[in-house]
T-cell receptor, first 113, second 115 residues
C-alpha cells in the first residue's frame, strides 16, 4: 500500500471557525509533512514530523497547529484563518526525514470565507 | 545558493509527438534532482530521480531525464505523448543535504496534449 489519504477533500470555513485536516499513511514511514500550495505555484513546506516529533516549522503562523498522534496519522488544526490561507494543503510521507522520496496525498482544497 | 529554473511555464504538444520539458538548476553541491507530476486536483507523484548514479534516468510512464553537469540541466523527455500526460510538472533540486527543507521546487510547467 503506497497511498497517503487526506480528508476532507474540500473544506469551506469562516474566519472564526475551528476545523482540522487529517492525513493517514500505512507504509511504515516515520516522516510526515504538511505543504501549502497556492494556485499555479509549487508546494511550500510548512511542517515536518520525524518519529512523531515536530522537527521543522517553516515560520508558519500559530493559527495553523500540527499534531502527530501516532506514526500513521498527521493532523493540521485550523483556527481563525484568513482568506489568504485559502489553498490546497498537501500531506506527504517518506521513509525517514533523511530520504527525499516523498509520497503525496491528493490534498484538501481549503476555502476561507 | 540553490535554485531551479523551468524554462517554459506552458508546453503544448500533439498526441503521439515527443515531449521536452526543460529544467536548469544551480547548486553549490552535487545535487540530487527530481521530477514530480501533478494531475488536476491531485497530489504530486514522483516521476524519476537522479542521485549521482547513471546520468540517464528512466522513470515511470515512459519518461526519462538526462543529467548534464556541464549544462546544469535536467530536461524531462518522453518519445510519444499520451492524453493522460496532460498535467503540471515540477523539477526539484536538493542542496546536497538531506531533509525536506532542503528541497527547492521549480515554478512548474503545464503540459497540454492536443488530440
Amino acid at each position: 500500500d503506497t497511498e497517503v489519504t487526506q480528508t476532507p477533500k474540500h473544506l469551506v470555513m469562516g474566519m472564526t471557525n475551528k476545523k482540522s485536516l487529517k492525513c493517514e499513511q500505512h507504509m511504515g514511514h516515520r516522516a510526515m509533512y504538511w505543504y501549502k500550495q497556492k494556485a499555479k505555484k509549487p508546494p511550500e513546506l510548512m511542517f515536518v514530523y520525524s518519529y512523531e516529533k515536530l522537527s521543522i516549522n517553516e515560520s508558519v503562523p500559530s493559527r495553523f497547529s500540527p499534531e502527530c498522534p501516532n506514526s500513521s496519522l498527521l493532523n493540521l488544526h485550523l483556527h481563525a484563518l484568513q482568506p489568504e490561507d485559502s489553498a490546497l494543503y498537501l500531506c506527504a510521507s517518506s521513509q525517514t526525514d533523511a530520504t527525499y522520496e516523498q509520497y503525496f496525498g491528493p490534498g484538501t482544497r481549503l476555502t476561507v470565507t | 545558493a540553490q535554485s531551479v529554473t523551468q524554462l517554459d511555464s506552458h508546453v503544448s504538444v500533439s498526441e503521439g509527438t515527443p515531449v521536452l520539458l526543460r529544467c536548469n538548476y544551480s547548486s553549490s553541491y552535487s545535487p540530487s534532482l527530481f521530477w514530480y507530476v501533478q494531475h488536476p486536483n491531485k497530489g504530486l507523484q514522483l516521476l524519476l530521480k537522479y542521485t549521482s548514479a547513471a546520468t540517464l534516468v528512466k522513470g515511470i510512464n515512459g519518461f526519462e531525464a538526462e543529467f548534464k553537469k556541464s549544462e546544469t540541466s535536467f530536461h524531462l523527455t518522453k518519445p510519444s505523448a499520451h492524453m493522460s500526460d496532460a498535467a503540471e510538472y515540477f523539477c526539484v533540486v536538493s542542496d546536497g543535504q538531506t531533509g525536506a527543507n532542503n528541497l527547492f521546487f521549480g515554478t512548474g510547467t503545464r503540459l497540454t496534449v492536443i488530440p
